[in-house]
């Protein structure tokens, strides 16, 4: 019987969502960060030798081009080495190319708001990311497809639904229709619907 790839359908919604407009230029400022660290061998080291000084174990994880949960994984890789690159930047150590990229990696308004939309989209493809990781394991069953589908759609509901969620309502009605969409496409119309439905129910 051929079943739909799981892991690759949860990589078609991130890829949805993370083309949404309002996303987009925290995303292409990341990957522009990222790939001035890779390229730079002189910011590369000093990043490796901030990164020790401040006992951070994990670098920089650069884009993928076709799995789309490595805007996660680079977002978090970002988040996590935010402390070195501003000490970096805040001494002149190191000037993004970009003068608008440099701004956010400083102490201020500009850093301060980055990181709350770096945080915000993070949080968004979090349930996804963490669900195609989960479904790429060897030993996961139709089961594990159908209930990792409703934890990420519980998940986003959640979130966009949280009245402190400052996300514009036309925004959280965009990433409610991909979700449904991509579950539909997976689940509820798919000509293997009942496999699923079977296996979560046999599930002991």
């Known amino acids: 019987m051929n079943l739909i790839d799981a892991p690759h359908h949860f990589q078609l919604m991130l890829k949805d969502i993370g083309g949404l407009h309002y996303f987009k230029e925290i995303i292409e400022c990341c990957r522009q960060t990222i790939r001035f660290f890779r390229k730079s061998s002189y910011a590369n080291a000093h990043l490796r030798e ?4 401040l006992k951070i174990k ?7 081009k076709t799995r789309f949960s490595t805007v996660y994984l680079s977002g978090c890789s970002l988040r996590t080495n935010m402390p ?17 990229y440099h701004d956010r990696f400083v102490d201020g308004f500009a850093n301060t708001t980055f990181c709350a939309k770096l945080d915000e989209l993070l949080l968004i493809l979090a349930p996804g990311a963490k669900s ?8 996961s069953t139709v089961s594990d497809v159908y209930v990792f589908w409703l934890a990420t759609l519980a998940e986003l509901h959640d ?29 509820e119309q798919s000509p293997t619907a009942d496999v699923y439905h079977a296996g979560f129910i046999l599930d002991p």
């Open 50 to 53: 901030k990164r020790k000084d």
């Open 58 to 64: 994990t670098g920089l994880t650069s884009f993928g």
């Open 132 to 139: 195609t990781m989960c479904l790429e394991s060897t030993n």
């Open 84 to 100: 070195a690159i501003k000490a970096l930047c805040n001494a002149n150590t190191v000037n993004l190319k970009v003068r608008a």
């Open 159 to 187: 979130i966009i639904t949280d009245r402190h969620n400052p996300m514009p309502n036309e925004v959280r009605e965009d990433i409610r229709r991909i979700a449904n969409f991509r579950w539909k496409g997976m689940i």
